[in-house]
């Protein structure tokens, strides 16, 4: 499993009152999670991973409200140290990779079926 528990897991969430929305998926041997932020200053968004918890924060163009926020668990089949960013139309898209081990693994699984 490349999340903890049912999806993924959010630790906390601050700012809008919902909490950011996303979705989490996986294409062949990159995991996927995009996270709707409108209205964010590319330039405050600010992604950090400490062991298998990614945070990311953003900061509002305007300003005037305080930063959206949220931590993600993932598993450690994913390599957080080679996180990809895109920011586009008000979603900000991680792209993780599946640490080699894993990927193996998971093919081996789906071929002895």
């Not at 979705?23 to 950090?48: E, K, N, Q």
């Not at 930063?67 to 450690?76: I, S």
Request: charged share 30%; proline share 4%.
């Amino acid at each position: 499993m490349l999340l903890r528990a049912a999806n993924v897991r959010v630790l906390d969430t601050a700012g809008r009152s919902s909490g950011a929305r996303f979705d989490a998926y996986r294409i062949d041997d990159t995991f996927h999670i995009d996270i709707d932020l409108p209205g964010v200053d590319p330039a405050g968004i600010d992604i950090s991973a400490d062991d298998q918890t990614l945070t990311v924060r953003a900061r509002r163009a305007e300003g005037l409200t305080a930063p959206d926020h949220c931590q993600v668990l993932v598993a450690d089949a994913l390599d957080c140290d080679r996180v990809d960013c895109r920011y586009e139309d008000g979603v900000l898209t991680l792209r993780i990779p599946v640490r080699e081990k894993a990927a193996v693994s998971a093919g081996t699984a789906a071929s002895s079926r």
